[in-house]
């Protein structure tokens, strides 16, 4: 099976503003996710869709590691996988189909993150799921949908179910695989994938103490999802110049 994705070329189209400050927050996003330790080689990807051209979406360079992405070497690619300009970088073909399902399923998923993270993995292979055993895993109280393993290809019938079970909420286990979020930005993305992968990690261990474990009632969780969601602001405004301020002292070339 082939991995790369071969589809044709389109003439380049000019990189306004709106989508350089784009790239920059995504090749960030992806520095990010290389200091976490949640990347898996050269696989798994972060997707934005493009301002000002929405049938258009950014994705990493099949064959570069997430620590080598720069807001130049983003790959802008369309909806039917013809990639714009004359990047000489290919497309992991699973990834594309992944995140140019879910880009066309949600209008308001701006940025989608898609990983092989150890923890996501090891609770999306509990059948009970993810437990709201920490604050962390509150904010998604009602929140996560869960898509049972179906294989490596993609085919469209399986991407018309993926979507389904994502539906409106903004996470997604892949059972046997990983996880998946969407966000209104890559801020929101990005703050929304560290605390699943915190919520993942904290019952990880709280499982590992061998010893019975405390869950709130469900007054008490929904009252909690309400205060940690109720403004219905997008995630991550706050956090994501501190996030950029670290990669702008210890690495800035995610700007290249």
Not at 39 to 58: G, K, M, Q, S, W
Not at 107 to 114: G, R, T
Not at 176 to 184: E, F, I, K, Q
Request: net charge negative; proline share 6%; charged share 20%.
């Amino acid at each position: 099976m082939s991995l790369a994705i071969d589809s044709g070329h389109l003439p380049p189209r000019p990189i306004d503003a709106a989508e350089r400050a784009l790239r920059i927050d995504l090749a960030a996003a992806y520095r990010l996710v290389a200091l976490r330790g949640w990347d898996d080689l050269i696989y798994t990807h972060l997707t934005a869709r493009v301002p000002n051209d929405p049938e258009c979406f950014l994705i990493n360079p099949f064959g570069l590691r997430f620590d080598e992405v720069t807001a130049s070497n983003l790959v802008k690619i369309d909806g039917q996988g013809r990639i714009v300009g004359d990047s000489p970088h290919p497309v992991n073909a699973i990834g594309f189909r992944i995140h140019a399902t879910v880009h066309a399923a949600r209008s308001d998923a701006h940025c989608v993150m898609h990983l092989h993270h150890v923890n996501g993995i090891a609770v999306s292979a509990q059948a009970a799921g993810l437990r709201p055993l920490s604050q962390h895993a509150m904010r998604f109280h009602g929140q996560v949908g869960y898509h049972d393993y179906e294989g490596l290809a993609l085919t469209a019938a399986e991407g018309a179910r993926l979507a389904a079970s994502l539906c409106d909420k903004p996470a997604l286990f892949l059972r046997n695989h990983g996880t998946l979020v969407v966000g209104r930005t890559v801020a929101e993305a990005f703050v929304l994938m560290d605390t699943l992968d915190r919520a993942c990690d904290i019952q990880l261990k709280a499982q590992a103490g061998g010893v019975p474990l405390v869950t709130p009632g469900p007054a008490v969780l929904e009252k909690t999802l309400r205060q940690l969601t109720g403004d219905d602001a997008p995630e991550g405004g706050r956090e994501w110049p501190a996030l950029l301020r670290l990669l702008d002292k210890t690495d800035p070339t995610y700007r290249d």
